[in-house]
T-cell receptor
């Protein structure tokens, strides 16, 4: 099956700094990638949808300037948390899908997640 | 407010018992998926249902999509400790909407 990786798996940063999380599709081209946020013992919350070569579409309530998303290639999307604060500490998960490989539009493959802790 | 409501939120049962998790919405979805997630990991897809009234079986797990494609259920027969985890339903309508989650604990 399709494999999605995330890097790093865990990151600790100081308040006020920025941190970048990478999401890669390893064996397929991801025309669309999704970024989710998950708080402990809660469900996934969609933050934004990124399409290769175009600007990301953010969900209501998600700050575009704080969570910068770049999908510059068909295998890589990045999420940069700028000027991080302790309340940004969370589990960030990406998923990817490829419409051109015959996958059904609702199929998505999840990465293993990145645990961000802001001190 | 959550577009997809799951019930129960928490479930703690003994090994060998049966259980059902429900995923309900007032909206119609073109498809619905069930995932299981372990702590610190990404969700793993269990099944996708597309047709109203569809029933799919995966070993001891039975998934059903409501006739109106607004709700779904997951039934586990003879639960085992390995079934422990967070179960999430996700509906697709232009984008993905995740349910509130059901935390299942199966005690040996």
């Amino acid at each position: 099956g399709a494999v999605v990786s995330q890097h790093p798996s865990r990151v600790i940063c100081k308040s006020g700094t920025s941190v970048k999380i990478e999401c890669r599709s390893l064996d397929f081209q991801a025309t669309t990638m999704f970024w989710y946020r998950q708080f402990p013992k809660q469900s996934l919350m969609l933050m934004a949808t990124s399409n290769e070569g175009s600007k990301a579409t953010y969900e209501q309530g998600v700050e575009k300037d704080k969570f910068l998303i770049n999908h510059a290639s068909l295998t890589l999307s990045t999420l940069t948390v700028t000027s991080a604060h302790p309340e940004d500490s969370s589990f960030y998960i990406c998923s990817a899908r490829d419409l051109f490989a015959g996958l059904l539009p609702y199929e998505q493959y999840f990465g293993p997640g990145t645990r961000l802790t802001v001190t | 407010t959550q577009l997809l409501e799951q019930s129960p939120q928490f479930l703690s049962i003994q090994e060998g018992e049966n259980l059902t998790v429900y995923c309900n919405s007032s909206s119609v979805f073109s498809s619905l998926q069930w995932y299981r997630q372990e702590p610190g990991e990404g969700p793993v897809l269990l099944v996708t249902v597309v047709t109203g009234g569809e029933v799919k079986k995966l070993k001891r797990l039975t998934f059903q999509f409501g006739d109106a494609r607004k709700d779904s259920s997951l039934h586990i027969t003879a639960a085992q400790p390995g079934d422990t985890g967070l179960y999430l339903c996700a509906g697709f309508f232009n984008k993905f909407y995740f349910g509130s989650g059901t935390k299942l604990n199966v005690k040996p």
